[in-house]
């Protein structure tokens, strides 16, 4: 069971069964998902794109206001050639209606219209997800215990358990939601993992870090967790993390390390005094393989790139640089498909079976590596394409390695393989 943000439980507790029934529980957050009586009406294994769906969704959320009939045809057949669109609604509402009949809720009123605005009946309660974060966030703004405030906050947290409708946000009204909330959840995580450092409670800050990259990636939560680690005397365990995101913001997304994440490691690493045969003995640390290439993330590679560029100043060393592409039969760059992560994986390992272990190697793409080769030629450039072939090509595999080699003292169009 996944450890809880909180110390006691908060999850939903078990009740008795006169308490359970009769009430509609809605989730919003991730995929959406109606339960009446244990039993599943909407979403969750069933496909949420449902005109159905779309007609719950926009009536529970907006339970207190309504929804208006503009707003409610808009949402529910967008740009769909349509000559009635108020008949074509209230088509929707009656076949609604049935379902919810047919699916045991009682025999109500589900939807009542007032005004030209659509409600959800008062007679069958609503619990929704979206609507207790909302409730939480606002009960911790307002709370001036300070032991009390982290609770709720930390309560909060766990109540968002991913993006608001996260498959639909091509839509308007969901997009401005998703968006607010997600401002909220930032609120609460710096709100508890301020509380926690005053605290020093570092074990539920490495908790709430975890939690909140995980609930909410690209964000630069990973700082939580590093400066909790640290803080713990784990900042081996805060580069190797480093290094991870790093190389997963890079490789899955494209994305460089943001300013603040690179700042936060270099202001919690600050190592305590050693003398300089301890230091240069956890530069080194342990290598796991000291017969083949020096693997590294993108951006340790880019920083290996320029410093063998301003060694190489002063000359005496000849560097090149080899860019390794998967290439379909055609010859054409693979950019996607099932077999090229199998692939990429395969081309890595041959690599490393052919490069010395004074050259450095980093996945640059799903179907892409780098190789910078030291103290190397022209021709052993060749030599080491034909050994990554070899281990490379399998039967009458179909699929290749396409090379590209420059040279690292010139220009970009200084000596080159192809």
């Given at each position: 069971m996944r450890e809880r943000l909180t110390r006691e439980s908060r999850g939903i507790s078990v009740m008795k069964k006169e308490e359970t029934e009769h009430i509609l529980r809605v989730q919003m957050f991730g995929d959406f998902s109606m339960v009446w009586n244990g039993k599943n009406i909407a979403g969750g294994s069933r496909s949420s794109e449902t005109q159905f769906s779309?007609?719950?969704?926009?009536?529970?959320?907006?339970?207190?206001?309504?929804?208006s009939r503009s707003q409610l045809e808009r949402y529910l057949f967008e740009d769909r050639d349509i000559k009635d669109f108020r008949h074509a609604a209230r088509t929707v509402v009656y076949n609604a209606k049935k379902k919810l009949r047919a699916a045991g809720f009682p025999d109500v009123n589900y939807i009542r219209q007032k005004d030209g605005v659509y409600y959800w009946t008062e007679d069958i309660p609503v619990e929704e997800d979206a609507e207790r974060f909302d409730a939480l966030y606002l009960k911790a703004g307002k709370e001036k215990d300070p032991d009390r405030q982290l609770e709720v906050y930390l309560e909060a947290c766990?109540?968002?358990?991913?993006?608001?409708?996260?498959?639909?946000?091509?839509?308007?009204?969901i997009a401005?939601?998703?968006?607010?909330?997600?401002?909220?959840?930032?609120?609460?995580?710096?709100?508890?993992?301020?509380?926690?450092?005053?605290?020093?409670?570092y074990e539920r800050m490495e908790r709430l870090g975890m939690y909140a990259s995980k609930i909410n990636p690209l964000a630069d939560w990973e700082t939580v967790t590093m400066e909790a680690l640290v803080a713990l005397g784990r900042a081996d365990d805060a580069l190797r993390l480093y290094d991870n995101t790093v190389e997963y913001y890079f490789q899955e997304e494209g994305l460089r390390p943001s300013e603040r994440l690179m700042e936060n490691l270099g202001?919690?690493?600050?190592?305590?005094y050693a003398l300089l045969d301890?230091?240069?003995?956890n530069l080194a640390g342990d290598e796991e393989d000291k017969n083949s290439g020096y693997y590294c993330s993108y951006p340790v590679f880019q920083g290996i790139y320029r410093m063998v560029r301003r060694i190489m100043d002063r000359g005496g060393q000849s560097v090149h640089l080899m860019l390794c592409t998967i290439v379909d039969s055609k010859g054409n760059p693979m950019?996607?498909?099932?077999?090229?992560?199998?692939?990429?994986?395969?081309?890595?390992e041959s690599i490393f079976c052919s490069v010395r272990r004074s050259d450095a190697v980093s996945r640059y793409g799903k179907g892409q590596w780098l190789v910078l080769l030291m103290n190397t030629t022209i021709e052993n450039c060749r030599i080491l394409q034909k050994r990554i072939n070899y281990h490379f090509i399998v039967g009458r595999q179909r699929t290749g390695i396409q090379y590209h080699v420059n040279s690292v003292i010139c220009t970009p169009n200084g000596d080159r393989v192809t």
């Open positions: 779309y007609l719950m969704q926009l009536l529970l959320h907006n339970r207190e206001k309504g929804v766990e109540c968002y358990t991913g993006e608001f409708l996260k498959n639909q946000t091509s839509t308007v009204w401005q939601e998703a968006r607010r909330y997600r401002e909220i959840f930032c609120a609460c995580v710096e709100g508890a993992a301020e509380h926690l450092r005053r605290r020093q409670d202001t919690l690493l600050d190592h305590q301890v230091i240069q003995e950019k996607d498909g099932p077999m090229l992560s199998e692939l990429s994986g395969r081309l890595g």
